[in-house]
């Protein structure tokens, strides 16, 4: 069942005429309204794939959703009017997506590359029993067989927004950060801090240092363990006990810049081997995105350390437009456009990330970056029928799914956040 029938669309459509008037109203430059009104438009085309009864998006992933669900949150900070509409959608997906268990299984994180078999690390999770309202109550665990059945239950029968893996759960604490700096509902706020007590409990402490990237405890990936720092980032700047979670986000990025994972061209690869070095893997986009926002956000919690930390993340930047950028400075990522339903995902999290770093540092070519890539997806990766945005920003269009569009959306977003 769909969300959205043409009733909301229409009202979405009086929302971008809305914007448009003010925009010009205010004198702002004609340019600023319309990747307003763009980003608009593709927030209505994107709820084409929503459904009202698990309050995730059609043709993706669990994982996908919580990126589309902060992509909103983002729009709606950028144009406060949407969240008469957005509003309806996260209060939705709060409430019933946690109650739908999504059984899947991944090779890796970006479900392609190569896995490991590393030895399951030591930290001591604890039981968590849910009752009909998916709440729970704590208790140590009691012996080693019942730490083992528990890490299968929660692998095999997700529950909440915690399943097997910790950069799932990682991209849900994000998401009800975002939505929480606009809902102020404390439950948002809540579900980020369970979240994190869960990836400390039952994830940190892989056998090569930082946190795990799956329960089953195969594989130390990069994006894990950058979300990890992220959210511990993110929830320092929101929560009381700050020290604590600035702490968690201070010892994960000492031990992260000093992994290998970031190699020696500042490019990020996937994750690594048995042997506990850097494996070579693809550059994907996203694990050059998140960090940023990580790094970002960190440079705020812990002011004593604000330069080493951007001046970090602005090496990564630069790297990563280098890498990733074709000549006319627009994001492509390897096999495009044949990435899945996760690899679809990845530009628009970099770009989202980007953005957050341009707000803290103001490079200006972070700025024509993000701006010459909406201008790019818009022109020539979408379909003009539908506004429906396909995998490659460059151009031509191609089937899109509500992975590909999100993730253009991301970038029309950060466009207009920044114009």
């Known amino acids: 069942m769909l969300l959205f029938s043409w009733p909301y669309y229409s009202v979405i459509l009086r929302l971008i005429t809305s914007v448009y008037q003010a925009l010009t109203n205010q004198s702002l430059a004609l340019s600023q309204?319309?990747?307003?009104?763009n980003a608009v438009a593709a927030s209505s085309a994107l709820m084409g794939w929503y459904n009202q009864t698990n309050g995730l998006f059609q043709t993706t992933d669990w994982w996908n959703a919580a990126s589309a669900i902060t992509t909103l949150a983002m729009l709606t900070k950028v144009n406060p009017q949407m969240e008469f509409v957005t509003k309806k959608i996260w209060n939705n997906t709060y409430y019933n997506a946690q109650k739908h268990n999504l059984y899947q299984e991944r090779a890796t994180p970006d479900s392609i590359g190569p896995s490991n078999s590393s030895t399951p690390g030591q930290h001591e999770p604890t039981i968590r029993s849910f009752n009909k309202h998916n709440t729970y109550h704590k208790r140590p665990v009691r012996s080693?067989?019942?730490?083992?059945?528990?890490?299968?239950?929660w692998v095999m029968e997700p529950k909440g927004f915690l399943n097997g893996f910790y950069d799932d759960e990682g991209w849900w604490a994000l998401a009800w950060l975002n939505?929480?700096?606009?809902?102020r509902n404390k439950d948002h706020l809540l579900a980020a801090t369970d979240?994190?007590?869960d990836m400390v409990s039952t994830g940190y402490n892989a056998t090569c240092g930082g946190i795990w990237w799956n329960k089953k405890r195969n594989y130390n990936s990069a994006i894990s363990n950058e979300l990890f720092l992220s959210v511990a980032a993110h929830l320092a700047t929101r929560v009381d006990n700050k020290d604590y979670y600035v702490n968690w986000a201070k010892r994960q990025w000492d031990w992260f810049q000093k992994s290998g994972l970031i190699n020696k061209d500042y490019n990020i690869n996937d994750g690594l081997d048995t042997d506990c070095k850097n494996n070579d893997g693809v550059v994907w986009s996203y694990n050059q995105g998140v960090i940023l926002?990580?790094?970002?956000e960190l440079s705020k919690a812990d002011r004593n350390n604000t330069y080493p930390y951007l001046a970090t993340a602005k090496k990564i930047a630069l790297a990563a437009k280098s890498k990733l950028a074709d000549k006319n400075g627009i994001?492509?990522?390897h096999r495009e456009p044949n990435l899945g339903n996760d690899g679809n995902q990845f530009k628009g999290v970099f770009v989202r990330n980007l953005w957050q770093l341009y707000e803290t540092t103001q490079e200006p070519w972070m700025k024509t970056f993000l701006l010459d890539n909406a201008k790019a997806v818009w022109r020539s990766g979408?379909?003009?029928t539908t506004n429906r945005m396909g995998p490659v920003w460059s151009g031509p269009y191609y089937p899109a799914t509500a992975a590909t569009h999100s993730s253009a959306l991301d970038v029309l977003v950060a466009a207009a956040g920044v114009a």
Not at 179 to 183: F, G, Q
Not at 293 to 296: K, M, P, R, T, V
């Open 144 to 153: 080693i067989r019942e730490k083992r059945a528990l890490l299968a239950e």
């Open 382 to 384: 979408r379909n003009t």
């Open 33 to 37: 309204a319309e990747y307003q009104t």
């Open 331 to 333: 994001l492509h990522d």
């Open 179 to 183: 939505v929480y700096d606009i809902s």
């Open 293 to 296: 926002g990580a790094l970002s």
């Open 195 to 197: 979240i994190f007590n």
